[in-house]
């Protein structure tokens, strides 16, 4: 079993930044492929950021590229979500999520297992 924690979220300004952590505990956080998912009031929620095992690969939604950056600290237990240029429809509750398996569709919710409560972003304009 594993156990997440997100913090970090916050209010921001159109333009700032903010950075995301996911803490894991429970069993070894460098067996899995990770990744942050975000949902808006009313919408689906949506594939952001996935990171492998090493961190050696990663992947991004196509709204965030170029703005987002995945990492993680397996020593620390822990994965990141860089967001700079921060917009409005950036607005979402963002997850932390962890597979229990290497090969999975990583822009796909039901590739992963775990999921953290969530943390609110809020990029005012």
């Known amino acids: 079993q594993v156990q997440l924690a997100e913090s970090g979220g916050g209010l921001v300004q159109t333009g700032g930044s903010l950075r995301l952590s996911c803490a894991a505990s429970g069993r070894t956080f460098s067996t899995y492929p990770m990744g942050w998912f975000r949902q808006a009031p009313g919408k689906e929620r949506e594939f952001v950021a996935a990171s492998t095992r090493t961190g050696g690969i990663t992947y991004y939604g196509d709204s965030v590229k170029g703005r987002f950056t995945i990492s993680r600290n397996n020593a620390k237990n822990t994965v990141y979500l860089q967001m700079n240029s921060l917009k409005p429809e950036d607005t979402a509750v963002y997850y932390c999520?962890?597979?229990?398996?290497?090969?999975?569709?990583?822009?796909?919710?039901?590739?992963?297992?775990?999921w953290g409560q969530g943390t609110q972003v809020t990029v005012s304009s």
């Open positions: 999520t962890a597979a229990s398996r290497v090969s999975i569709d990583y822009q796909g919710a039901r590739g992963y297992d775990y």
